[in-house]
């Protein structure tokens, strides 16, 4: 019998609802507090209670605000209710809760307040915004006024008291559904709450039946539309546990509920729910982006009632991302990883796929050049933020370094020959970044100059056991009126020098100047290491004054300046400085070459200006002829040729200031391919060949050819007087191995 009237009023409902299809909205809650407040408000702050047929919170706040939810996620609705003492307080619609923050609830808020009405939109529950079309009121404060509120599409409408024309409107695209939630900052009360939906789009509802504490039936009030699966049923509140029950469908509208288990202590009402447990359509999407850009993630999920999210970082719960999407904004290395979201509602929770945060490579902090001293240790280093493992190249005067891969290059007790232009290329998977060349610049020692009582002292500090050559003038203008004062070795760090040839109390005393040189000491030598067989001439320009270079090669061939060039530091000890202008040179003399098929040149060049030419010439005669010849031109390249002038090869060596940069140049007229007769090292490396080689319209010759041999820097018959810096000048009579070469450029201008 029971059976049957309950049948009875599921049919008489479907009726309803067919019959209420044709109209605006149906009411799919209703609660006039005349028996409590019902089951589904959520009395999230503020503690809620229901009295004498009205609703109110007990503790008044606004930060968090004082509400009380309903579990719907609307889109549009209507919502009728009565505010009795109207002073403070309001509606919040399309809302959604925001545990923890400084509102903790974000939404439309409809503000009533004191005859005064104003929309305020509140997002992510951290703050009330501007107050937005306010208006007067057109009822009085401490009344007791009856609201119907439209909310369709962006737009909200407030009427009060029966008008058709709205109090107040509000056009906002911020959120598009949510619940809703009561809220009081004052002693007001509500009452008579009823909201109703478009007739196609709420979800459905119903009333449960308690007897003796069993819930043993359930009366559908609404059986909504469009179900394509069978929603879950959730028996909660009412002071027992254990009721279950499920849906009937038929046609897309929820027609009845079948009660599984009566359950047992329900002394109140229970609310029952008909829904759904979260389901993802659309997964968050990995995605890659520069540091400092904004990275976002999205999600899309169906269920009913309102649904939660959570998102983290690497299985970290990420504080206040509790919405739908996820903007990381200034993206540095810790925002890197692995992204989930878990929503969740009362019928279950979901699990988002992974979307992962990658970062293209970013030099964090760049290398930018440094400062060594000669024989100290000296670390290179970069800080690169990116994805994944990041790998690390490090490059000398555009050479890659043999294992120099990590973050720090140590430049472990650092020479001279390590001074020129470092960069450093960082990787990761997604691609990679160049930190531009940076100077290093080496320098022989720490020195201070003071006074020890008159006399002048100096205070270097250097590497216990090296050598220093101290010089001094008087005259700075004349770069040849430097005088070596003396030759100290360090036997501690830090050591004084005083120049006891110098009185500072003497008014007859001219001005002094001093400058530290490495010494003869600290070089290595080349030892069994450095190629001698087939050595014919090698200048290790260690003199340091004076108008000839001796050759250290044994062969006797004793090099003559012209015009007094300059001596100044050099790669090892001393080096040479031509000047164009003042037609400058160095004569080695004959090398005996002639007729030879195999020739290797070694010079260190130094560049200050990028119109010098470094020019070494081998078998200068009258005409447009040169034995052999090696030019570090002014156009970013090196040119190698034998034979007639356009005959040779041309490479890659662009222009580096200020720094020592090491050439060889290997002839082989044995090779049958004109392209194999000339290569040229850079600082022991292979030089890149220029794509152009038009300059190299003549085959370059098979010998050197039947003429004198002279051996000259910067000087030849046919391009004349050229400025730049040579040092550690060697010539052989054959051809040098890749490794041979290697051993030459780690020598520096030491020599054998």
């Known amino acids: 019998m029971k059976l049957t009237k309950i049948l009875q009023i599921v049919a008489l409902s479907i009726l309803g609802v067919g019959t209420v299809c044709a109209q605006t909205f149906t009411t799919i809650f209703t609660d006039n507090f005349d028996s409590g407040a019902s089951p589904l408000w959520g009395n999230d702050s503020g503690s809620w209670v229901a009295s004498n047929g009205v609703y109110y ?34 509606i919040f619609l399309r809302s959604t809760p925001e545990p923890g923050t400084a509102v903790g609830i974000q939404g439309v808020l409809l503000v009533l307040n004191a005859g005064s009405e104003w929309f305020d939109v509140v997002t992510n529950g951290t703050a009330y915004g501007p107050q937005l079309n306010q208006v007067t009121a057109p009822y009085a404060a401490g009344s007791n006024p009856h609201f119907h509120i439209e909310v369709s599409g962006n737009t909200y409408s407030v009427f009060s008291n029966g008008s058709a024309t709205p109090d107040d409107t509000l056009t906002t695209s911020v959120f598009t559904s949510g619940g809703i939630a009561l809220y009081s900052n004052s002693g007001q009360t509500f009452d008579n709450v009823v909201l109703q ?70 002394t109140n009402t229970p ?42 970082l690497n ?35 979901t699990n988002s796929d992974d979307a992962i945060l990658s970062m293209y490579p970013v030099l964090a902090v760049p290398f930018t050049g440094a400062v060594g001293y000669w024989g100290e240790d000296t670390p290179l280093s970069v800080q690169a933020w990116g994805s994944g493992p990041l790998s690390y190249q490090w490059f000398d005067n555009g050479a890659a370094i043999l294992n120099a891969t990590n973050q720090t290059l140590d430049l472990s007790s650092i020479q001279f020959t ?56 008087a005259d700075l203008s004349n770069s040849n009126s430097w005088v ?18 110098v009185d500072a109390s003497s008014p007859s005393n001219s001005q002094y100047f001093y400058q530290i040189l490495p010494g003869q000491q600290a070089a290595t030598g080349g030892g069994s290491n450095f190629p001698t067989s087939g050595l014919v001439l090698f200048a290790k320009f260690s003199e340091g004054s004076g108008n000839t270079v001796a050759d250290s090669s044994g062969n006797g061939h004793t090099g003559y300046l012209t015009n007094s060039p300059a001596w100044i530091p050099g790669v090892t000890y001393y080096a040479l400085n031509f000047v164009s202008a003042s037609q400058q ?15 290797t040149f070694s010079i260190w060049m130094q560049k200050t200006n990028p119109a010098d030419i470094g020019l070494a010439a081998l078998g200068c005669t009258s005409g447009t002829y040169n034995a052999i010849f090696l030019a570090w031109w002014d156009d970013g390249y090196v040119y190698g040729g034998v034979g007639f002038t356009n005959a040779g090869r041309v490479f890659d060596a662009p222009y580096v200031a200020n720094t020592w940069v090491h ?66 000048v060697g010539v052989w009579n054959r051809v040098l191995s890749a490794a041979e070469i290697q051993q030459v450029y780690s020598n520096a201008a030491a020599g054998p």
């Open 271 to 312: 609310a029952v729910l008909i829904g759904s447990a979260p389901s993802i359509t659309s997964e968050p999407q990995s995605v890659t982006v520069n540091a400092g850009d904004n990275a976002s993630f999205n999600v899309t999920a169906t269920g009913f009632p309102l649904m939660s999210y959570q998102w983290s």
């Open 484 to 501: 070596t004062m003396t030759n100290l070795t360090l036997t501690q760090r830090v050591q004084n020098w005083m120049d006891t040839s």
């Open 57 to 90: 919170v007990t503790a008044p706040d606004n930060f968090p605000a004082a509400v009380s939810s309903l579990p719907f996620n609307l889109t549009d609705f209507t919502l009728d209710l009565d505010i009795n003492g109207v002073t403070d307080g309001g």
């Open 585 to 599: 040179s160095a004569g080695f003399g004959d090398l005996n070459l002639a007729g030879s098929n195999q020739c």
């Open 418 to 473: 390590n001074a020129g232009l470092y960069s450093v290329v960082v990787s990761d998977p997604f691609g990679s970044v160049t930190n531009p060349p940076e100077q290093v610049v080496v320098k022989p020692a720490i020195v201070s100059l003071q006074l020890s009582g008159f006399t002048p002292t100096l205070t270097i500090q250097g590497v216990t056991g090296y050598s220093y050559i101290i010089q001094s003038t």
């Open 315 to 349: 299985g970290t719960n990420i504080s206040g991302a509790t919405d739908n999407s996820l903007t990381v904004s200034n993206v540095v290395q810790t925002n890197l990883g692995t992204y989930a979201v878990v929503i969740s509602n009362a019928f279950g929770t």
């Open 197 to 266: 939906v478009p007739t196609n789009c709420g979800p459905a509802t119903a009333t449960p039946e308690v007897v003796n504490g069993f819930v043993v039936g359930a009366t559908v009030t609404y059986g909504g539309c469009g179900y394509t699966n069978t929603p879950l049923v959730l028996i909660q509140s009412g002071g027992g546990t254990g009721a279950t029950a499920t849906a009937v469908v038929s046609s897309g509208v929820v027609v009845g509920i079948t009660i599984t288990d009566a359950g047992i202590g329900y």
């Open 663 to 728: 050439f060889v140049m290997v002839y082989d007229g044995t090779q049958l391919e004109n392209s194999n007769r000339i290569n040229i090292f850079i600082n022991g490396v292979p030089a890149t060949p220029s794509p152009d080689q038009s300059w190299a319209q003549t085959p370059i010759s098979t010998s050197i050819g039947m003429v004198s041999t002279n051996f000259s820097l910067s000087w030849d018959s046919n391009e004349g007087y050229e400025s730049g810096r040579y040092d550690g």
